[in-house]
């Protein structure tokens, strides 16, 4: 059965998680968290995506709201994906998902036949042959070392982290929840960079890895500095 999504999810195929990257098999039940599936393949792509982030901004902007602006900020923020970005996914491209995402579809029962539908928000990477295709403005990355606090303006210091960009996505044009926020965009592969703390998040447990390295994502917003040599 031909399956058409009109807007703003993917239908993904997971690949459950029953064996390590060794083949032994897991006791599922201790941490189940640990073992939920985010690895998996795209059935079926959105027609386009609906990005109201930049309007609904907008009406936030006016202190004393009308209940007709009220019911238009709420419809703006039901119906939208988190990014202002371009579709990038294609029909049987390997994607990594976030953890949230998966669990968020699952409680929903936005199930297909043996797939689920995952808000296209909430793809982290794609993988295209050899290609690999960060999505939603994602990098991933190698950290390198334990978290350090440097200046990052007079009298304001923070905990970093530092990390080598290893695959680059192309940035978002907009954020829905950071809709002030100017992208960091002076960012090549291999650049070594300052992000903030925590703000990056394991691809995916160490005993399921499917990618070549065990990498972390973040998006262009969570980098404060780039270090040059």
Do not use: F
Not at 10 to 31: C, H, M, P
Not at 33 to 55: A, C, F, I, S
Not at 56 to 71: F, W
């Amino acid at each position: 059965m031909k399956i058409r999504i009109r807007h703003d999810y993917v239908l993904v195929r997971l690949e459950q998680n029953s064996k390590d990257a060794t083949g032994i098999l897991l006791d599922q039940d201790y941490e189940k968290n640990k073992h939920v599936p985010v690895h998996g393949k795209v059935v079926e792509v959105p027609q386009r995506l609906r990005y109201t982030g930049r309007e609904a901004h907008e009406i936030r902007k006016i202190k004393s709201r009308s209940s007709r602006q009220q019911t238009k900020l709420l419809n703006l923020n039901t119906y939208t994906v988190d990014y202002d970005t371009d579709m990038e996914l294609e029909v049987g491209d390997e994607v990594w998902l976030e953890y949230t995402a998966v669990v968020e579809a699952q409680d929903k029962g936005l199930i297909i036949d043996d797939c689920l539908l995952i808000r296209y928000d909430g793809v982290v990477v794609a993988k295209r042959g050899n290609d690999v295709i960060p999505v939603n403005g994602h990098l991933l990355v190698e950290q390198i070392e334990e978290p350090e606090e440097i200046e990052i303006a007079r009298a304001v210091r923070k905990l970093t982290n530092k990390a080598v960009i290893r695959h680059l996505g192309n940035p978002v044009r907009h954020y829905r929840h950071y809709a002030t926020h100017i992208e960091y965009d002076d960012v090549q592969v291999g650049d070594l960079v300052r992000h903030r703390l925590k703000s990056a998040i394991p691809l995916e447990m160490p005993m399921y890895q499917k990618m070549d390295k065990p990498y972390y994502y973040l998006q262009r917003k969570d980098i404060l500095c780039k270090e040059t040599t």
